[in-house]
């Protein structure tokens, strides 16, 4: 009786056209605008009714109703249709399962509407309710006997305030074995904390506002769909996401509530001060579009696609391009792509992996994302075919599309890339370097360089010393600039026992770029026994075509080891094979050594090691070293009267001294000191100085051509 009398009393206020509209969801928000429109207190709300196609129509206008307990407000307010009503088809309705395989065709009907709120009340409630849903809602007890009910809450009392705005689709149109992720994204526009909750299902109840549904047995509000033991039914507070895999068809509702809060500063606690209420009608079918199950499907229609002989998909990328754009034949979750990229691998055409540096999705209010940037930590820069394909990655899934079935591992995408330049280089030159250690040159294609200097990662030195037969890494080098390279890993007597072969390789954008040509070193052999005619032979040089072969004679003049005058013996020649004849040389040390000359780059010269032989002329002494005193007492004693250098007589070019006093000023200086006739403490005016400490800075050579430093320090003069 008490129900008969409820829906007569609902009767009088709603027509029949609202009783029979076979309402599926919805929900209601309110915004603030009175800042913008120069109303105080004006609030805009717009109310969003999804409802069966074949109910009774809703028509132009919508009552909402607004109460206030503590402020004892109760007013409708009308809410006027602000488009035509339209067809949810066009918002991915029916993107997962068969409009054939689904009793339900909802249509959308959105009505805004305006009202002023100028009291301060902590209790506001915004409702609309209507009379009711359709037959065949499984989770709910005889479904079209049921109403509707949904509410938005005001509390005003810490300012005006704006409710959460839901920007997703209400729709959940899904299929059995889909891994759902239903956002349900909401925007707050006044800077304040959300959080999301799961509310029964509600219809109306005259003077009570709106109490829950009787749920179907097996069904409640925080369950409302039979899932998966591996994905139960969950939603995530903060972000709002519910994520579940249906296991059987039925048709249920999920009802649930944002709510915000804004912290009082006075009372220092998080007030809540409004909220926003939905309901989504839940269909799962027992079958999937044919293009859903086959899972996340790169479009073969997009941009630049198109088939290798193995129908494999395949797009032409220019070189040094960074970013892969996927294109999907639906939506993909958001929520299951892995951001560090590592859904997907791509390989260069060597083989060798190529890192992802980040997938960047373009996520609508649903979540969902029709393609993805591939972002590359460094370009293609290598000519033939990447190979970019999927994998489970570190989030422990491979990408979902909207209906929740995943992407096969290892479907590929072929990325052609045919324009980029070699990477070319040349060993130019070998040479040894005053008979101690082998020295490489090299050079690299400028074209090339330039493009990928900025991609440059090293140059790797390999070395045989087994006439080519291995090479082994001798160092790697990351300064772009260089072209040289001195292997101080050998000595002097490496070099006089074998000559050694070099190659270059370069490392760009991660990648081993081609081998350079292999460039030997050259060495001297010779038979010593009769050291005034020496037969010598050497290997053939074979960095640049038809090398001609000098040989040197060197005369030390000096003394000191390793230095000698070079001199040509005889005219170059072609064959690697010589004798070095000399009568009666003088005692001393001499040195043979051979030469060659690039005839195209005369700036280019290879030496080989030396051979030596005679006795070495002993060398000349050293300068003196410098002994400096710290203190002169020129009081006629005798003793420390003389500013007196020991050593600095032995230095014939320079013997620049300067004295200061404290204050920086040159009391004294000679630029030809000389023991003979040193300093006694005078100015050089020849006045006695003051006792103090006083600040020298002596510079001296040997010869013209010789580098020395200052010598600089302090002495003490005391005249009593």
Sequence with gaps: MKRFILLLLIAVTWSFQAEASHILGGDIQYKYVGDSTGVTGQYRVKLVIYRQQTGVGLGTAQTVNITSSSCNVSTNLSCTLSQPEF?????????????????????????????????????????????????GITGIVNSA???FYFEAELNNTLGYNSSPVFLSTPLAYICIGGHINYLQNAHEFDGDSINYELV?????????????????????????????????FTLDSKSGNINFIAIQAETSVI?????????????????????????????????????????????????????????RQQVDYNCLDSAVMLHFTLGVECISVSPDGSDFRLTAPNGQPIPIDQLQTFCD????????????????????????????????????????????EYDTIILHVTDCVDWVMDVTNVTIDDDINPHVYWDVDSIAFADFAHLFNSFRVWRSDDAGATFNVVTNLSDSSLRDFADYSLGGIDVDAQHYRYRLEAFVNGLSQPLSNVGNS???????????????????????????????????????????????????????FATVSHNSLPPGQYAVRVRTANANRLIDTAYSNWIEFGEPVPPIPPVDSLVVPNVITPNGSGQNDNFIIQGIMSYTTTRHLIIMNRYGHIVYENDQYDNANPWQGRDQSGRLLADGTYFYVLRVKDNPNAISGDTKGSITLLTK
């Excluded at 249509?107 to 009379?131: A, F």
Aim: aromatic fraction near 12%.
């Design 87 to 135: 067809s949810a088809a066009s918002l991915g309705a029916y993107d997962c399962i068969s409009n054939t395989n689904s009793t339900f065709t909802p249509m959308v009907n959105i009505y805004i509407g305006y009202v002023i709120l100028t009291q301060s009340c902590n209790d506001y409630v915004m409702y609309w309710q209507s009379c009711c849903r359709p037959p």
């Design 145 to 147: 006997s049921q109403g």
């Design 200 to 232: 029964p299902a509600r219809e109306f109840a005259f003077g009570t506002g709106g109490v829950s549904v009787p749920y179907s047995a097996g069904y409640t509000f925080v369950n409302p769909i039979h899932t998966s033991t591996l994905a139960p």
């Design 255 to 311: 009802a649930l509530r944002v709510n915000e809060y804004r912290y009082d500063s006075t009372y220092l606690f998080w007030e809540k001060v409004g909220s926003s209420n939905r309901e989504i009608q839940v269909s799962v079918a027992s079958n999937c579009n044919p293009i859903v199950n086959q899972g996340v499907k790169l479009d073969q229609n997009a941009p630049g696609v198109s088939l290798d002989a193995q129908g």
């Design 365 to 408: 209010v649903n979540g969902e994302t029709d393609s993805l940037r591939v972002k590359l930590f460094k370009p293609l820069s290598m000519n033939g075919d990447y190979y970019l394909y999927s994998k489970i990655g570190n989030d422990g899934n491979t990408l979902l599309n909207k209906c929740g079935k995943d992407m096969n």
């Design 522 to 576: 050259i060495w001297l052999r010779g038979d010593m026994t009769d050291t005034e005619n020496i037969p010598v032979v050497w290997n053939h040089y074979n960095v640049w075509p038809t090398p001609q072969y000098q040989v040197e004679f060197g005369r030390n003049v000096t003394g000191n080891p390793g230095q000698y005058q070079w001199e040509e013996y005889n005219n170059p020649i072609t064959d690697t």
